[in-house]
């Protein structure tokens, strides 16, 4: 199967990206039409079970399936190296939590958007692999300033519901919505290094799992108004989350969270494909 390829060069974020093409390489994708593909994400506390950088492995992976599948249909794709430094509202106060201001995310993207322009690329389809509601808000500013100023196509890709819960109108220009998204049902609230994110990341990464913490994690239960007070952030998710995380980890199956993310990539390249073949029938 073609998704055993997904992990051929190890865990390594570089890999399948363009930061391990040379150069002539990277002028050849543009110069043939490559759509290029981006993921944002951070580095943030995941519990004491997943990594800090849990975040920008999900959508490393997710890319690398969504370029093969553009592939298979001849759509060529390049993957830009992972943005990692975002904005950590909710979760900032926890250790090994980084952070940058929204309005220095937002001049690094425009002038990394600026450098894929100089290159000769013409459209950006950028996924975001951190749920924080201030990060995508940035995340689709900049893209709009970015792909505004150098003259590009730039999307963010997600599902409908996604840019409702983060205020974004899914019919703005710089929105491309997936047709559908990945059904994941759960009791309770499962947002931030639950069940569906441990399953994902195991799936892939197994090696970075603390796999022996798993069975003491207790699930955290959480209805809608405990969900509304951990957003609110900083000392309210230290205090309503004091391990960091917001779900079920110990329920975790890789098999389920290969498949989750395998399905996820699906519906994001069915989205870039269709917008694509838009184009060339416009
Ligand atoms: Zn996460």
Redesign the pocket.
């Known amino acids: 199967m073609a998704e055993n390829d997904l992990m051929q060069g190890g865990y390594s974020i570089f890999h399948g990206t363009m930061a391990d093409m040379t150069y002539p390489e990277v002028a050849k994708a543009a110069a043939d039409g490559a759509v290029v593909l981006w993921g944002l994400g951070v580095i943030?506390q995941?519990g004491p079970h997943l990594p800090l950088a849990?975040?920008v492995y999900?959508p490393a992976a997710l890319l690398r399936r969504v370029k093969q599948i553009l592939e298979e249909q001849g759509i060529g794709a390049v993957i830009m190296p992972p943005f990692y430094w975002g904005v950590n509202h909710v979760t900032g106060l926890f250790p090994g939590t980084f952070e940058v201001r929204p309005e220095i995310m937002i001049e690094v993207m425009v002038d990394l958007i600026k450098s894929l322009k100089k290159d000769g690329f013409s459209n950006l389809f950028s996924v975001s692999?951190?749920?924080d509601a201030l990060h995508n808000r940035t995340m689709h500013t900049g893209l709009k300033r970015g792909g505004s100023e150098a003259g590009l196509n730039a999307y963010f890709v997600g599902a409908p519901s996604f840019f409702k819960r983060i205020g974004v109108d899914a019919a703005d220009g710089n929105v491309l919505a997936t047709a559908s998204e990945v059904d994941r049902k759960s009791k309770y609230f499962d947002v931030?290094?639950g069940e569906f994110?441990t399953s994902s990341m195991w799936g892939f990464y197994p090696d970075l799992i603390r796999k022996e913490v798993l069975p003491t994690l207790k699930s955290t239960d959480f209805t809608i108004e405990d969900l509304s007070e951990w957003r609110k952030g900083r000392e309210e998710a230290v205090r309503k989350t004091p391990h960091g995380y917001l779900g079920d980890p110990a329920a975790s199956d890789p098999k389920m969270g290969a498949e989750i993310l395998l399905n996820h990539a699906a519906i994001v390249a069915e989205a870039i494909a269709s917008k694509m073949k838009s184009k060339v029938r416009a």
Request: zero cysteines; hydrophobic letters at 20%; a negative charge.
């Open positions: 943030e995941h849990t975040d999900m692999g951190h749920g931030h290094a994110e």
